[in-house]
């Protein structure tokens, strides 16, 4: 008897799913995409309505023949890719690549894998929805016409191998922008003074708390510009004396935040756990594809990663306030059910916020079937939706101004300071949302002893403090993604790849977590800029998004979308290709000595990527391979370790004497020895550590 064929993206989705459907059906996975354009040509027909011109990857091709085998001898095929815009294309290129005249094919669409929503998804299925492909393809092509038309100029112009991407280079300038920011930014200096002071009642315990000068009694503000106008104030306050002359104290109410979408997941893991946007996803695609707990076999933790909307299945806001009032009690849960909405610009409601499968399943029952950093990304999630549905915290926010009374000068300051204390917990009792470092320093206050208007206090010291003005601060990957998010450049698919691909080009690095420019991404970004400021800013890249949601929702055709693009754009090409200057950058001058002359060795760029040369060049034509050394020496042979890449351009450590030496492996090498055996240590799991010689599994040893 024939069984009906399950075609996903991953084997791990196969395990999960193989595991509810059961044995009626076969279960096999594609890896990802099968078709693409191809990388040696342009692959779109531009005089024939952007014709897009699919290829089978070498790599795919016994892929593709296998599933060509399995849906001839299929039932029926059912094509059970992710629930987005390119989950619908992956389908629509299987159907294309796969399909057979005696076998239909039907699109199953779910947004977590649990035995209820694969049964009502199969009970369910529908057609291929070519619109939302057709965005994709508008998309894709789009970016090909970008980087294959661009990419050829930055080669020419500033360096072989340079590449141009539609989005990627909107947030190279919005990088680029923000550090001209901080080079052009004069701090200005301000000084503030500070009153400590305590209730003027001798035989009182004395409770001491600090005030901020404000400005006068009247209301005017007052600036201190300099110490020498701080020390006359200062000297002024010593004898004043001080009074209470208002307490407001209100009541505030602190609602929690909702579920995660992804763009704030992302956020939330880099401020809370430090993942990059790069490595969030990687994890949230395990926890969403399935992972084996014990006896309950593969499952999936959580609902779909991808997603731009607030919105929560009725059933799953029921289990978390029943959770909610059996583990914390009634009082935690409020009077009704709470319901978020898409905040996010066309944020496609039929999709799910980021949430656990099953609320029941705390994070510390299956910690010891997760890694350290799926736990913690788990965890995160599931803390995040159930204190959505908690009730709200309570404070009682209060607010005391203080008159300095200087009886010399007869002039009246104002103090003020504040309090917040929390009288019911609320959601905060399991979950608070992470702040970015600005936010950080603005939620500072102090305890305050009981206060009335009236009261006497007496001074126990002024505290004068220089402080400058601060540039704006470079933006981290949590603040770059808010800020993409905000402006509308992306969506939730692209957020990860925009803030890799700009680092893997060497446009930006990390500084202590925050995003700074290279001179080469300052030099592409001012080409970029001067010659195609039409087509590579902020605001038609948002209404390029725009663009692209109409196509999905069948309001507008996708090749008159591109045909709108690309006529102005390769008019820009026309004038860039005539007036784009050549840029030289500097060499970057290296420690390595030249073996041959002795002079610094600098790094260049050829047609296979970086190698060194000699700086004394055309005279001296001495040449070495680019080697990144991790300051770690071989366990065989005692030379250096150096980071590499395979192939398929993933990173391994080799000895920097291959050939002679061919030790290698794909862990992180430590420098410090195995705690056992002094052998080679190598960086797994996170943070914990695995000896290449010996059995050795465990922390980190301190440097």
Partial sequence: MKKNLVIVESPAKARTLSKILGKGYSLKASMGHVRDLPKSRLGVDIENGFAPKYVVPRAKNKIVLELKQAAKTASTVYLATDPDREGEAISWHLAEVTKSDKTPFRRVVFHEITKEAIEQAFEHPRSIDMQLVNAQQARRVLDRLVGYKI?????????????????????LKIIVDREREIQKFIPVEFWTIEAELTKKIPTAEVVAFRAMLIGFIDGTKLDIHNREEATEISDELKPASYSVIKVKTKKVTRQPAPPFITSTLQQEAWRKLHFSAKQTMAIAQQLYEGLPIGNEGSVGLITYMRTDS????????????????????????????????????????????????????????????????????????????VASQMSAALFDSTTVDIKARCSASKTDYLFRTSCSVNTFPGFIILYTEGKDEAEREEGKSSLLPQLKKGDELMLL???????????????????????????GIGRPSTYAPILSTIQERGYVTKAKGSFQPTELGFVVNDLLAQHFANIINIQFTAQMEDGLDE?????RDWVRLVQDFYTPFEESLKNASLLMEKVKLADELTEEVCPKCGKPMVIKFGRYGKFLACSGYPECKSTKPFLVR?????????????????????????????????????????????????????LYRGKQAKCSKCEYRGRVPEK
């Fill in 310 to 385: 607030t919105r929560v299945a009725r059933s799953a806001i029921v289990e978390a306030r029943e959770f909610i009032s059996s583990k914390y009690g009634s009082q935690f849960i409020p009077p009704h059910a709470r319901s978020f909405f898409g905040r996010v610009k066309g944020a496609q409601e039929a999709h799910e916020a980021i949430r656990p499968t099953k609320i029941r399943r705390e994070p510390s029952l299956i910690k010891s079937y997760l890694t350290a950093a799926q736990f913690k990304l788990y965890q995160l999630i599931w803390k995040r939706m």
């Fill in 151 to 171: 990419s050829p100029l930055l080669w020419r112009k500033v360096r072989r191998g340079l590449s141009a991407g539609r989005v990627q280079s909107v947030a």
């Fill in 551 to 555: 196509v999905a929702q069948e309001n």
């Fill in 630 to 682: 991790i300051g770690v020496k071989c366990p065989e042979c005692g030379s250096e370790l150096v980071e590499r890449l395979s192939k398929k351009k993933r990173i391994f450590y080799g000895c920097s004497s291959y050939p002679k030496c061919t030790f290698a492996t794909n862990l992180k090498p430590l420098p410090q020895p195995c705690p056992k055996c002094s052998g080679l240590l190598t």
């Fill in 461 to 487: 010291g002024l505290f004068p403090e220089q402080h400058f003005t601060q540039p704006p601060p470079r933006f981290t990957e949590a603040t770059l993604v808010k800020m993409l998010e905000q402006w």
